[in-house]
């Protein structure tokens, strides 16, 4: 069984540009949510999707959004990005009931400078 | 300003011997815990959960202790092996709906052959 991919691994953007980054969750699984992990912030929640629709949100600004298509992939999107955006951004799925773990994938590298 | 990093934790145990990693959580509503390993370059790794109506709950090698009077988790590994080192952390689940975990911020376990 495939795990959560995540595409690309590695990113370098310029300040100011946008970036959109994928996963793909694990077959079956409806939920899909993303983290941002810094060094010093730790693991931060960004947001949850589950069937299509946002169902949690993070305390993060409006320049950090996402979707999820029918197919359960998800994409988030940042646009404007700051220095202080370069983080790991990780992905998770889980089959979408309460209190059920995740599986992450092993992340999106961003750079930005 | 200047980025600062998270001050993780650190335990260091001789290969064979039992680890006790600790973890206090903030939201005395939170129903569902989970411990996660991260490797370096990897996402984080689901290893064991436990709901808020157990107070105990094993796998393998692995055993987590909750105690709600101080809203305290602990992860005990048996007979640690060199492939446990790792930064360990806890997660609550914040969510009514959905998921939405707040993450601590880790614990470095290494593991001395």
């Known amino acids: 069984k495939a795990g959560v991919t995540q595409t690309p691994r590695y990113l370098i953007k310029t300040r100011g540009q946008q970036v959109t980054l994928s996963c793909s969750p694990i077959?079956?699984?409806?939920?899909v949510s993303w983290y941002q992990q810094t060094p010093g912030q730790g693991l931060q929640f960004l947001f949850e999707?589950?069937?299509?629709?946002?169902?949690n949100k993070g305390n993060f600004p409006g320049r950090f959004s996402g979707r999820q298509f029918s197919n359960s992939r998800s994409e988030m999107n940042v646009s404007t990005l700051e220095l202080g955006d370069s983080a790991l951004y990780l992905c998770?799925?889980?089959?979408?009931?309460?209190?059920?773990?995740?599986?992450f994938g092993s992340g999106t590298r961003l750079t930005v400078v | 300003g200047e980025s600062v990093g998270l001050h993780l934790p650190t335990l260091s145990v001789q290969e064979g011997d039992n680890s006790i990693i600790n973890c206090a959580y903030s939201?005395?509503?939170?129903?569902?815990f989970i411990w996660y390993k991260q490797e370096s370059g990897k996402g984080p790794q689901f290893i064991i959960d436990?709901?808020?109506?157990?107070d105990k709950r094993q796998g393998q090698r692995v055993t987590v202790l909750l105690n709600k009077t101080v809203k305290h988790l602990s992860l005990q590994i048996a007979a640690t092996q060199p492939g446990d080192s790792a930064v360990y952390f806890c997660?609550?689940?914040?969510?009514?709906?959905?998921?939405?975990?707040?993450f601590g911020t880790g614990t470095s376990l290494t593991v001395i052959p």
């Open positions: 998770a799925s889980s089959q979408g009931g309460v209190n059920y773990g995740y599986t």
């Open positions: 999707y589950f069937s299509e629709t946002q169902r």
């Open positions: 997660a609550e689940d914040l969510a009514t709906t959905g998921n939405q975990f707040y």
């Open positions: 939201n005395s509503a939170s129903d569902y």
């Open positions: 077959s079956g699984h409806r939920s």
């Open positions: 436990i709901r808020s109506n157990m």
